[in-house]
């Protein structure tokens, strides 16, 4: 099992680090003290799963399980300085957890359950799991998270109202933000799930517009609805999804 830690804490790190490399089977090919860094060593060692602190300045351990959030997603278990009270949340969801200081014996038991999770489930039912996690401990059960892009070695927070609209790119989708553009590897489906639906309507198989940023709807004279956002960018709405765009905007002009 590769492993790679996270924690911004260097003696928690080290202590964990020697437990783990007491363990048969078990390699810890990374450490970070930060969640953006965490991405970066994560993309590039490809570990099975990661021991991720909750409680890190900056970019914390929830921001960044939700920034992993993906196909390619290693198995997360949690390391908290929670009572158990609030550690049971964890336990609840079905990620795993462990206290400060790391007990051995816990630690036995979750890297068990992380080869079991690992020999029995696909990537696809790990990422729907983690998801779940992380709207749980953000305490949002009916809104969504926003988005962590990877740009240049950087990690930028795209939060989701600030999203004018989504477009489909083959197995990609590209979020317009303002002036910039980035494409995110998501398929158009899982896409509309994260987003909110109060905030953004699918008006086409290939577009998400957010509601409060379409500014104008019109009709050309080959029948097609046209919706024009506060960019001025043109969105075509599919004949599908014609009484979802009536919904947005009230009245219509003819090209």
Known sequence: MRVVLVDDEPLARRRLE???????????????????TALQVIAEEKPDAVFLDIKMPAMDGIETAAALAKAEAPAVVFVTAYDEHGAKAFESAAV???LKPVDERRLDEALLRVREKLDSRSA???????????????????GKADFWIKDRGRVIRVEQDEIEWVEAERDYVRLHVRERS??????????????????????????????????????????????????GAEVRVGRSYETVAQSLIGGEQTA
């Open 182 to 231: 980035w494409l995110v590897r998501e398929t158009m489906h899982r896409m509309e799930a994260k987003l909110d639906d109060g905030l953004f309507a699918r008006v086409h198989r290939s577009a998400i517009v957010n509601r409060r940023r379409v500014r104008m709807a019109k009709t050309t004279r080959s029948g097609a609805r046209i919706l024009t956002l506060t960019s």
């Open 124 to 142: 696809e039912d790990r990422v729907a799991q983690l998801e779940a996690i992380v709207s749980e401990l953000k305490g949002d059960a009916g």
């Open 18 to 36: 020697i437990l783990l490399n007491r363990r048969t089977g078990v390699d810890v090919v990374g450490q970070c003290g930060d969640g953006a």
């Open 96 to 98: 795993d957890y462990l």
